[in-house]
Nanobody, 116 residues
């Protein structure tokens, strides 16, 4: 089974920006909502943003106005533009199908560390 592949993480100062990218297998991309999930150490893997198959986007309150999710169906990629990052945004970021109960083939994730 082909995994999703996340990239673009790093270390950034609070207030800065990062852009995450995810390569999604075409069979998972087609017709599905895709989201970015964040997992902080010792915590659950929580959804922070999703983009529907037809392009509508939905954000959790704690990232609304700061993060922008987008998808390129031709390239089979999903990106997350993170602006005005906060320390609380730190964690490992994964992309996958939404809802989480349908998620499969989790990738390795990409780590984001925000320092104050």
């Amino acid at each position: 089974q082909v995994q999703l592949v996340e990239s673009g993480g790093g270390t950034v100062q609070a207030g800065g920006s990062l852009r995450l990218s995810c390569a999604v297998p075409r069979n998972l991309m087609s017709g599905n909502a895709i989201g970015w999930y964040r997992q902080a150490p010792g915590k659950d893997r929580d959804l922070v943003a999703r983009v529907m198959a037809y392009g509508m986007t939905i954000y959790e309150d704690n990232v609304k106005g700061r993060f922008t999710i987008s998808r390129d169906n031709d390239a089979s990629t999903v990106e997350l533009q993170m602006d005005y990052v906060q320390v609380e945004d730190s964690g490992t970021y994964y992309c996958n199908i939404v809802p989480k109960r349908l998620a499969t083939n989790w990738g390795q994730g990409t780590q984001v560390h925000v320092y104050s």
